[in-house]
C-alpha cells in the first residue's frame, strides 16, 4: 500500500495523541462515527476535532445523518440525526473548514439489518414507515461522496445530502427481494408504539451497550424506530444529483445494489 502513497497506521478516536501523530502534516482529514450512540461518539468527535486543531489541519470532512440540519434543541432532534447535529456544530464551533455530507439511510441496511429478522418476527417485516417513501442511498456511492470530499471537489464550508436516484417504498423493496428468492412473508406496517412494544417484549436493548447474542436485529429500539420515522416523516423524499455531481456516477438503485446480497435474501424454513 505504501507503494501507492497509502499508509495504514493505527490510532483510535479516544486516543488524542494516536490521533495527532496520524494527523500531523496533513492538511484535511475525514472521519465517520462509531456506533457508540450517545456521549461515547460525541466525545470521540470531540477528539478528532481537538487533534485536527492542535496539529494545523484545516479542513475537516465528516459524514452526518440526514435531519442533522435541524434547527430544534438539540434534544428535540430524532434519535438517530441527534449525536450527528450535536457534531455538525462542535465543527462549526472549531473554527476548522468543513464540509460535511448528510447520508440518507442505505440501501445495504435492508438485507444487512432487517431482513435478517423476518424469521424471528414470523415472516414478517414489521415497519413504522406508514407508506412513505424515501430515496435510500447505496452505501458504496456515500464513500465515492466522502472520497471525493477529502479531495476537495467541494466548495469548503459546504453540506451535501446524498441520495439515491428515486424515493421507494419499503414494500416493494420487500417485494422485490422476496420475488428473487421466492421467500413467502408478510410486510406489516404498525405503529411507533406497537412496534416499541413488540421488540421489547422480544427483548431487544434500549442502547447500543445492551446484549444483542441472542438476536437477529442488531439496531437497538431507538435506532430501529428511527429508521421508519426518518421515512414517514418525508425526511427522505428529496433526491439531490451529488451523487453524479462529485463522482461522475450515477447513484445506484436498490436493485442494482442490493443483488449482492441475494445469497443472504430470507428464505421459507
Excluded at 19 to 35: D, N, Q, R
Excluded at 177 to 185: D, P, Q, R, W
Excluded at 201 to 210: C, E, I, K, N, S
Amino acid at each position: 500500500m505504501g507503494g501507492k502513497g497509502i499508509q495504514v497506521v493505527p490510532a483510535t478516536y479516544d486516543d488524542v495523541d494516536t490521533l495527532k501523530k496520524v494527523f500531523e502534516g496533513a492538511e484535511a482529514v475525514a472521519f465517520i462515527s462509531t456506533w457508540l450512540i450517545g456521549d461515547g461518539r460525541r466525545n470521540q468527535a470531540k477528539n478528532v476535532i481537538r487533534a485536527a486543531k492542535e496539529t494545523g489541519v484545516k479542513r475537516i470532512c465528516y459524514t452526518s445523518f440526514v435531519g442533522a440540519g435541524s434547527d430544534k434543541p438539540n434534544e428535540e432532534v430524532p434519535f438517530l440525526p441527534r449525536d450527528h447535529h450535536f457534531i455538525e456544530h462542535e465543527i462549526y464551533a472549531s473554527g476548522l473548514d468543513y464540509n460535511i455530507q448528510r447520508n440518507w439511510l442505505y440501501q445495504n441496511n435492508i438485507p444487512q439489518f432487517f431482513a435478517q429478522s423476518w424469521h424471528f418476527t414470523e415472516d414478517r417485516w414489521l415497519v413504522n414507515s406508514h407508506g412513505v417513501p424515501g430515496a435510500y442511498v447505496a452505501r458504496e456511492d456515500c464513500g465515492r461522496v466522502f472520497g471525493a470530499l477529502l479531495l476537495g471537489k467541494q466548495e469548503k464550508n459546504t453540506v451535501v445530502d446524498v441520495t439515491g436516484p428515486e424515493p421507494v417504498l419499503d414494500k416493494d423493496i420487500f417485494e422485490w427481494m422476496n420475488n428473487i428468492s421466492g421467500y413467502k412473508a408478510e410486510f406489516v406496517d404498525m405503529s411507533d408504539e406497537d412496534l416499541r412494544a413488540y421488540w421489547l417484549g422480544r427483548g431487544l436493548p434500549t442502547d447500543v451497550y445492551g446484549d444483542f447474542s441472542k438476536l437477529p436485529m442488531k439496531l437497538c429500539i431507538g435506532d430501529l424506530l428511527c429508521c421508519g420515522e426518518t421515512l414517514a416523516n418525508g425526511s427522505m423524499n428529496k433526491v439531490t444529483d451529488t451523487v453524479e455531481r462529485l463522482t461522475g456516477r450515477k447513484p445506484l438503485g436498490y436493485k442494482e445494489n442490493l443483488l449482492q446480497y441475494k445469497e443472504i435474501f430470507p428464505k421459507n424454513q
